[in-house]
């Protein structure tokens, strides 16, 4: 049975190994890592079957590449100081099902106002859990003017536990500058620090949202900050951390006009006083 076995791979430069009906093929010519020639055969077949499992499961589990972008620019081009990352589904479009058209993706309102508000003051990247083909199509319709440099679909995210999960060290950015939106934690469970948890969009049509969030991003984010990650800490609290900036906004609103308010009170008394003491001279 040994020369037998022997004599197959010498012929045809293969072992084959049937399982159940499935098929094993190794190539004896071709040493895996540290694999010894002098090993018995059965457990050169163990270990070579370890090796084609472990393989298969890092190319479905883990990015083939630790650098999912290219290196940024040096600092002495004019580029944006941070990077934004943001999911796609139920944030910019949603997926709505029927008989008549199957699935569908309805574009969210306002998403031209958020990708050329934000497009001007950050490095975009969309990194979304869906399929390549699915995404690019979509992104094609709703950024025809480019707004979004960098496109990461599920193909670069990392599986783990049973969960997908977007490890943003594999971007190559500096996490200091960059901004997450999201509205699944779980995906962005190793970076927390760096992420702004939001309500999902269902597909209503009266949702203004996105205004707010770009004028919460520019309102905010137009400062040099050194760490985003402090100042998004600041709106982890909330619920809904929009929602709370709007009102914020409101009540900065109010207090500016009650103080301008207050202004015009103290020029009109003045205006009123100086009007009076002009008459004085003419008394005497």
Same mark, same amino acid.
């Not at 100086?274 to 005497?284: C, E, L, Q, R």
């Given at each position: ?31 895996? %890592? $540290? ?8 457990? =050169? +077949?163990y /270990? ?5 499992? *472990? ?53 969210? %309102? $306002?998403?031209?106002y ?5 497009? =001007? +003051?950050? /490095? ?5 859990? *869906? ?18 440099q ?21 971007i ?24 702004? +948890? ?15 969030l ?23 609290q ?35 006083n ?11």
């Open positions: 049975m040994k020369k037998s076995l022997k004599f197959f791979s010498t012929t045809f430069g293969v072992s084959l190994l049937a399982f159940g009906g499935y098929s094993l093929v190794f190539e004896d010519d071709i040493l895996l %890592p $540290n694999e010894n020639k002098n090993v018995p055969f059965i457990i =050169k +077949i /270990e070579r079957i370890c090796f084609r499992i *472990e393989f298969y499961h890092k190319m479905f589990t883990i990015p083939a590449t630790n650098k999912l972008l290219p290196d940024p620019l040096p600092d002495y081009y004019n580029k944006p100081q941070y990077t934004l990352v943001f999911e796609m589904t139920d944030l910019l479009v949603h997926p709505e099902w029927s008989y008549s058209t199957g699935w569908r993706f309805k574009k969210r %309102p $306002n998403v031209d958020f990708l050329e508000r934000v497009g =001007k +003051i950050f /490095e975009v990247v969309v990194y979304t859990a *869906e399929s390549g083909y699915i995404a690019s199509p979509i992104l094609d319709e709703i950024d025809p003017n480019g707004w979004i960098y496109r990461l679909a599920r193909q670069c995210i990392e599986f783990r536990n049973g969960q997908l999960v977007k490890n943003l060290d594999r190559n950015r500096d996490l200091s500058k960059v901004i997450v939106i999201d509205w699944n934690s779980s995906w962005t469970q190793l970076q927390p620090y760096n992420t702004l +948890i939001i309500p999902r969009w269902n597909g209503d049509d009266n949702d203004n949202s996105l205004i707010d770009a004028d919460f991003l520019k309102a905010v984010f137009s400062n040099n900050i050194k760490d985003v990650r402090e100042v998004l800490n600041d709106y982890k909330y619920d809904d951390p929009i929602k709370a900036f709007r009102e914020n906004q409101r009540i900065l609103k109010e207090k500016t006009e009650k103080e301008e308010e207050k202004k015009e009170e103290i020029q009109v008394i003045g205006d009123n100086k009007s009076w003491f002009s008459w004085i001279p003419w008394i005497y």
